[in-house]
């Protein structure tokens, strides 16, 4: 009898052991290395990441988004759908319902009157406030009652969801910033530095540019979490040494994207003390064929615009050998590694929306060889092919950064091998980017056959990624070089899907009509010719427990679940 | 005792120079080394035959190529694309070398006509000077900027990517960096225009085209090659941050700064990446400076003979 008393007893242990295990602040102390040092807590009055993803620690939003893009629940009790009425059947206008019984960490309750301030505080028009974008086209947000928000929309919004979802826009107290409306928003640095949230934890100690400390949020929502005691944020340094810290030294537990060449990825692999982890977003690295001639003998105002039609590169056959002579999977493991993955299309995420166009992933030098003798540019001399004595000649531009220059190095050397001539050209990234509608050398001008760079796009439905490919958004010169369609791709078509893509409410149809756009612009055109689909890395310690890297939203989206690993 | 070692044969002023500079222990090492790198980068890519800009168009050879240490088949090793890191020095070297010769050839020959000028004529001094604090006052890096995107265009079109680049660069480097040499020059002018030998030759009639060539011009030959000599280093350096910018030769193009800075990214992994490159424009850069250590000795007369 003893001994199966004794028996149960342990058994009991056993079985409330992880119980006790789970209980708030646990797990003690965690060490998170930003190589950006954040500089204040408020995202309304920061557009870095560094200091939107540490933000988040403290202020939420209603809804974010998951590691897989989908969103959920934050401070709302549920997401408001067409289904489920919050979002009214006109598109116009969408509810929020808050979950009741939340308290910010100074024990006052949160209400509506917090959501509908953090929306006054933003859109204010003496504020500047970084994130306007979110609160774009709305004309009105109101309190319905104490847990009930309205924002009603100025025009029906096919994705409603922008509003106070994601870091971006959090809520803030209205209590707090009160008296920090409009202009006076930058002054209350002792509120930006140490907001008051609803977050799993609260700032004890912010230094400038430094150190952030934080400890739990004892009226966190959850009994049981967060797991860790404090935090503590440290900045500066670079990807390199942010890395080194956590898989050689072993000195923090988190470093914050990590971009780092492969080679250096593997070394550092081998120290033993942690691990890298990578989420795929949207950003795509491609090149990009010019459908305009960029030649130096046309006047100035007509180089590059639509007046005159690249005399090579308008055959879709010259541009899909060049293309099919790209091996992708080489351009990863130089440049990547474990940070990129091969690609074929322009919007390579996420899954539901995402082709599944695959052509390209392997290299065919022989076929892209066939398809340039039949398109007529036959071997001339030097290997250099030629059509009515026109030399197969290309100017491949893009960024200074020693992996597109390497990229540059083995696209040029298989267009080599394939018989087209390359000169490559390497611009300081903030004068290719710089968009100034003065240089010659911008990537929007385009005064080279082809280039290369990446880009990506906001939030998960790329509606106005793929809208930038419409005839008249192509940069030129009334448009003081300005635009995103820097490829001058011009089909009606394209511009007829994409006018029934905005027109249009149900997320199949969407996602559909998303995956033709990405065809017809790659695997049907060869207009944008993608390499790698590239990632976010980040490093955690191997006794770091729940990291689940989310490029749709903060980083440290999942904070209150992080805990130690035994 | 004959009568043929009484006469002596007449000396000449070159050979003066060349016995004087042969005493200089430094400079002589120098001048052998200086031609070493110069055989290196000019003949060795006639022996050393391998393409500096081959990249293996099989991938799988291509990745077996990468990162390899020293060995017979790439004696210094290859870099991450598996390109010869032999050859790639030896082209890069003919290009640093020239420019830094060529930029520092404009640069000496625009600050001693600068200085000269300034501190012979009077009435050129003010102007002169004045226009030399004012090239002192402009920021290098905005004004090489403005003259690539002015320029490299037409040059490109005229001359090809790569010859227009070498013109460009030699060009810009040579124009922005005359001043400090003007400034020595003028002031050496100036105290030596009042000795006694100029007097001497003034009061006989000598014109003053002459005076200069003549008295003025060998009496300052040791500043300049010191400045020079300075001069080849920066011009090396200036070559390769403005190719690190993006401003210089297209990216494939290898020249010993670029080949630098790329192997900067690797240095922990492969140190050699960057000691190569390092090694060459160290050695350039000092054989430089002693051989004008060792010319500046043998061109003055007051040095030489004793």
Known sequence: ?566 | MTDTSVIEKPRNQWADVWAQFKTHKGAVIGLAVFIGLVFFVSLGPFIWTKDPTYINPNAAEMIKTRNKPPSWEFPLGTDQLGRDMLARMMKGGQVSIAVGMVAMSISILLGTLVGVMAGYFKRLDGPLMRLTDLFLALPLLPLLLVMVMLFRDPLARAMGPEGGTFLLIVFAIGVTSWMQAARIVRGEVLALKEREFVLAARSIGTPPRRMILRHILPNVVSPIMVSATLGIASAIITESALSFLGLGFPPDFPTWGRLLFDGVDYIQQYPERVMWPGIAISLTVLSVNYIGDGLRDALDPRIRGR
């Open chain 1, 1 to 566: 009898m003893k001994l199966k008393t004794a028996l149960l007893g342990a058994a009991a242990c056993l079985a409330f052991a992880p119980a006790a295990f789970a209980e708030r602040g646990s797990d003690g102390n965690v060490k998170i290395l930003y190589s950006q040092a954040v500089s204040i807590m408020n995202a309304y009055l920061s557009g870095g990441t560094k200091d939107i993803e540490v933000g988040s620690l403290v202020l939420e939003p209603l809804a974010g988004y998951d590691s897989k893009g989908e969103i959920f629940p934050r401070l709302a009790a549920e997401i408001p759908t067409l289904a489920n009425g919050g979002v009214s059947a006109d598109q116009t206008s969408i509810t929020w319902k808050l979950q009741p019984g939340i308290l910010w960490a100074d024990g006052t309750p949160f209400t509506s009157a917090d959501v509908v301030f953090s929306y006054e505080y933003c859109t204010h028009p003496e504020g500047g406030c970084a994130q306007g974008a979110k609160y774009e086209g709305i004309a009105s947000v109101e309190a319905l009652d104490d847990l009930t928000v309205k924002v009603t929309f100025t025009g029906p919004k096919p994705n409603p969801y922008t509003a106070f979802v994601g870091a971006t826009s959090p809520i803030i107290q209205k209590a707090q910033f009160e008296a920090c409306i409009g202009a006076a928003a930058p002054t209350c640095t002792e509120a930006n530095f140490a907001p008051i949230g609803t977050g799993p934890f609260r700032v004890t100690d912010f230094k400038v540019n430094d150190t952030v400390e934080l400890e739990a949020n004892p009226n966190y929502r959850h009994a049981d979490k967060p797991k860790f005691a404090t935090v503590s944020v440290k900045g500066g340094g670079d990807a390199a040494g942010a890395a080194r810290a956590v898989m050689e030294t072993g000195e923090f537990d988190y470093a914050w994207n990590t971009q780092i060449n492969p080679e250096l990825q593997a070394q550092m692999n081998a120290g033993g003390k942690g691990k890298f982890v990578s989420g795929f977003g949207t950003l795509v690295e491609r090149i990009e064929m010019n459908m305009t001639d960029p030649s130096p003998s046309l006047p100035e105002g007509e180089r590059s615009t639509t007046k005159h039609p690249h005399p090579i590169l308008s055959d879709i056959r010259v541009r899909k050998a060049l293309s099919m002579a790209i091996d992708r999977g080489l351009l990863v493991e130089v440049g990547y590694g474990e940070a990129g993955r091969v690609t074929c299309n322009l919007v390579p995420a996420p899954e539901a929306w995402a082709s599944d166009n695959t052509d390209c992933v392997n290299q065919d030098m022989e076929g892209a060889k066939a398809l340039l003798d039949e398109a007529g540019w036959t071997v001339g001399a030097n290997g250099i092919r030629e059509k009515d004595g026109v030399p197969l000649k290309l100017l491949y531009q893009t960024s200074v950064n020693p992996v597109r220059q390497d990229f540059q190095a083995l696209v040029k050397s298989w267009w080599n091998e394939l018989g087209v001539d390359v000169e490559l050209k390497a611009v300081d990234a903030g004068v290719f980017f710089g968009g100034d509608p003065g240089s010659p050398d911008t990537f929007q001008k385009f005064y080279a056959d082809v280039e290369m760079y990446a880009n990506n796009f906001d939030g998960t439905d790329p509606e106005a990624y793929l809208s930038n490919y419409l005839c008249d958004k192509a940069p030129r010169p009334e448009t003081q070089w300005q635009g995103e369609n820097v490829n001058r791709f011009c089909d009606p078509a394209y511009d007829e899907l994409v006018r029934t893509f905005a027109a249009s409410t149900d997320p199949t149809e969407r996602q559909g009509i998303a995956k033709k756009l990405n065809d017809m612009l790659t695997k049907d055109s060869y207009t944008i010719v993608p390499l790698v689909h590239r990632g976010r890395l980040s490093a955690h310690s191997n006794s770091l427990g729940g990291v689940d890297l989310n490029v749709w939203d903060t980083e440290l989206w999942n904070v209150e679940d992080w805990h130690r690993v035994q």
